[in-house]
Structures are given as structure tokens and as C-alpha cells.
């Protein structure tokens, strides 16, 4: 916490593990959703959310019921996902896919492969990858 204040970026302790445990989801949600999203659709966060909101839909869907199968729990789907619209309103012009967004995408499917579950989005976004 010191060394993020340091630097001017906000944090806190948190010392509730559920509410740290929805912070993480929160976060993986942002971070894997909108890399994947950015891999189709290179432009910033703001602008994929307003513009591609159903497709990007979609791959929030996937990344969630992956959260939850990793963690075997269900987690707060709809709490998540006011959350995540605050975090995107908050910079919409962060830029969506950064360099390990493919590798992200990767270890995603083989993850998703393991546990058995079905990700027709994100098989797509790899499709298109592999076709670049």
C-alpha cells in the first residue's frame, strides 16, 4: 500500500476476504474481458463498452462462469458487472489489448479445455487470431 500511495495510485488494505476475493474476480473481469475484446476490436475501453456492449457481453459471460469454475464457487454476477462499468467509465480510454492480451487468451482456452467448459466467444477471437 505504501509503495502504490507513493506513486500516487489509490490503495488500501483489505482486510475482508470476501470483499478481497470480489476485488480479484472484479479485477481478472476487467483485465481478461477487455483484452479479449480488444484483440477483435482495437480501440480503447470506453469505446468497446459503448459500442460492441453485446458482443463484449458475451465474453463477460465466458470469463465469469471461468472465474467461477476456478474458484468452484458463484460469484456475484450482477454486482461484478455494475462494478465493472463503473472501473470502465472511470478511464474509458484505456487502451483494451495490451501485449500479453494474446497469451491471456491462450491460457484462458487451455484452462477452460480442463474444466470442461464451453467458451464459443472466445474460441472465436482465437479463430481470428490464428487467421491474422
Known amino acids: 500500500v505504501d509503495a502504490l500511495t507513493s506513486l500516487g495510485i ?3 488494505q483489505e482486510p475482508d476476504p470476501e ?7 472484479l479485477k481478472n473481469l476487467y483485465v481478461l474481458s477487455m483484452n479479449f475484446a480488444g484483440l477483435v476490436f482495437p480501440k480503447d475501453v470506453g469505446t468497446i463498452w459503448y459500442d460492441n456492449r453485446a458482443y463484449l457481453d ?4 465466458e470469463v465469469l462462469e471461468l472465474e ?15 462494478e465493472l462499468e463503473r472501473v470502465i ?14 497469451a491471456r487468451l491462450n491460457r484462458s482456452l487451455r484452462t477452460a479445455k480442463r474444466l470442461g467448459i464451453k467458451t464459443p466467444t472466445l474460441d472465436e477471437i482465437y479463430k481470428r487470431q490464428e487467421e491474422r
Open 58 to 61: 458475451q465474453i463477460f459471460a
Open 19 to 25: 470483499h478481497l476475493l470480489f476485488e480479484l474476480c
Open 68 to 82: 467461477a469454475a476456478q474458484m468452484q464457487r458463484n460469484l456475484p454476477t450482477q454486482s461484478l458487472c455494475i
Open 89 to 102: 467509465i472511470a478511464d474509458p480510454r484505456h487502451a483494451a489489448a495490451g501485449r500479453s492480451a494474446l
Open 10 to 12: 489509490p490503495a488500501h
